[in-house]
């Protein structure tokens, strides 16, 4: 299984960050496996921002996101391409980060395992 982060590296504030993730060796709609984001601050911790996916049989792409990114985090996919993207909306330089995609095996099953990631894409929001 293989994932690839693309999407711009500069964003401007207030608007959207687009992100897209390309899975490769896996349907994302297979059930009981999640497909996530996460990010990293520059010297800050990862911060898990929300997980699409089939955590049961007919659930049909169903996400979840963290709380406090709630109101501004968008998950979606198109299975026609094996993708699936994240929009935020109006970022501020404290959105600055390296974003991560990553699958979470046993999706549904118990506490989430992170078994496969991409290499990350750092995106910058300019004030």
């Known amino acids: 299984v293989q994932l690839q982060e693309s999407g711009p590296g500069l964003v401007k504030s207030s608007q959207t960050l687009s992100l897209t993730c390309t899975v490769s060796?896996?349907?994302?709609?297979?059930?009981?496996?999640?497909w996530t984001w996460i990010r990293q601050p520059p010297g800050q911790g990862l911060e898990w921002m929300g997980v699409?996916?089939?955590?049961?049989?007919?659930?049909?792409?169903?996400?979840y996101y963290s709380p406090s990114l709630k109101s501004r985090t968008s998950i979606s996919r198109d299975t026609s391409k094996n993708q699936f993207s994240l929009q935020l909306s109006s970022v501020t330089p404290e959105d600055t980060a390296v974003y991560y995609c990553?699958?979470?095996?046993?999706?549904?099953?118990?506490?989430?395992?992170?078994?496969?990631w991409g290499k990350g894409t750092l995106v910058t929001v300019s004030s």
């Open positions: 990553a699958r979470v095996g046993k999706y549904g099953l118990g506490p989430y395992e992170y078994d496969y």
């Open positions: 060796g896996q349907s994302i709609t297979t059930t009981y496996y999640g």
């Open positions: 699409i996916g089939d955590h049961a049989i007919g659930a049909d792409g169903s996400t």
